[in-house]
């Protein structure tokens, strides 16, 4: 995810890094983590393991995907995933509920 | 999902070659990284009815492999190469495709597919949650620190940061050595543009002869290969 400022905008924290933020702290699946500052990025960042990368040049920061639990999938919820196809249409994951879904990553390289 | 950064554009002419009734998208950012631990091309996640995920991302194919022409002529014209270049001493280095082939098996992957489709959770494919959770790939701080760097390699490459873009890509490859994805769009880009860009230029993916001084990433797809066994590639997780 990346950030211009050291904020965080909940909403934008859910879409891109599946984790909601609620009144118990940060959530996601069966998993809430308390939240004391959530002002403070650096905070919620070591909070969840995720690895804030400053860049000097743009002064651009990016945060990492938690590394909470030690392994990529927190649980076994498939999480949220919004991605365009090559018209620039939006489709959602979540849309396929009900049907079994095979999602298969390949690249032209 | 098309993990390139680069754009419609280059993902195109595969999806519309494929005429694919199921939705084609395109993934810019390397969500598939992030989110469900994607490390290497193709690789498959088996998701339920429910929103659960019954296998966590792993090496799998449609059927047999078939390349198009200019790949097949490619991968012959290179195993040629490869066998003309051993020595008879020592022991014979396994050639790219043994190495490639190796490991999980490209025939019988879909019949594991058609298995569950057919058993459902009777399968003897489907995993349950926590183990799912365990063999999702490993995530110690560095590659989040990795993932990080990605993005804003990404990020900056695309907006025209070529250099700051490098850097962290190097950055990004060395918290993450075994992110093949990672390492393949970043060499991909600058050997695509090294041999002229063409249909397979993208597969170009380390510096041309006596170019090796003006290769900028730590290490190439050849360099990487050369320290490979049989199965470690694409890991046989069946």
Excluded at chain 1, 19 to 25: H, L, R, S
Excluded at chain 1, 35 to 46: E, F, N, T, Y
Excluded at chain 1, 63 to 73: K, Y
Excluded at chain 2, 190 to 204: A, I, Q
Aim: a negative charge; glycine letters at 8%.
């Amino acid at each position: 995810m990346i950030l211009e400022q050291l904020v965080i905008d909940p909403h934008r924290f859910e879409t891109e890094t599946g984790w909601t933020i609620k009144p118990e702290g940060a959530c996601k699946g069966d998993v809430c983590v308390p939240l004391p500052d959530r002002d403070d990025v650096s905070d919620i960042a070591g909070r969840l393991g995720m690895a804030l990368v400053h860049d000097d040049a743009t002064n651009l920061n990016a945060l990492g995907p938690e590394s909470l639990g030690g392994r990529a999938l927190l649980s076994a919820e498939a999480p949220e995933l919004v991605l365009n196809d090559i018209d620039g249409n939006s489709f959602r994951l979540s849309s396929l509920r009900g049907q079994k879904v095979v999602l298969v990553a390949w690249a032209p390289y | 999902m098309s993990l390139e950064l680069s754009g419609p554009d280059v993902s195109r002419p595969f999806i519309e070659a494929a005429h694919p009734e199921h939705p084609s998208l395109l993934d810019p950012t390397h969500q598939m990284d992030a989110l469900f631990g994607v490390v290497n091309i193709p690789n498959v996640v088996w998701i339920d009815e429910s929103g659960t995920i019954v296998r966590p991302a792993e090496p799998g194919w449609p059927g047999p492999q078939q390349y198009p022409e200019a790949m097949r002529k490619r991968l012959a014209e290179r195993a040629r190469k490869e066998a003309e270049n051993a020595s008879d001493d020592g022991p014979k280095r396994p050639n790219l495709m043994q190495l490639l082939r190796g490991g999980q098996d490209r025939e019988t992957y879909p019949d594991a597919i058609r298995d569950w489709a057919h058993n459902g959770a009777a399968s003897r494919f489907v995993m349950t949650p926590d183990e799912v959770v365990a063999a999702s790939q490993p995530r110690p701080m560095d590659c989040s620190e990795a993932a990080a760097h990605f993005e804003l390699a990404n990020h900056l490459w695309r907006t025209g940061h070529r250099d700051a873009a490098i850097h962290h890509f190097n950055d990004c490859h060395r918290l993450q050595p075994d992110n093949w994805t990672y390492k393949r769009q970043a060499w991909s880009l600058v050997g695509n543009e090294r041999v002229g860009g063409g249909e397979l230029g993208r597969f170009n993916q380390g510096p041309l002869p006596g170019e090796e001084d003006d290769w900028p990433f730590a290490s190439s797809f050849d360099a990487e290969v050369a320290k490979l066994q049989p199965g470690e590639y694409y890991p046989n997780t069946m």
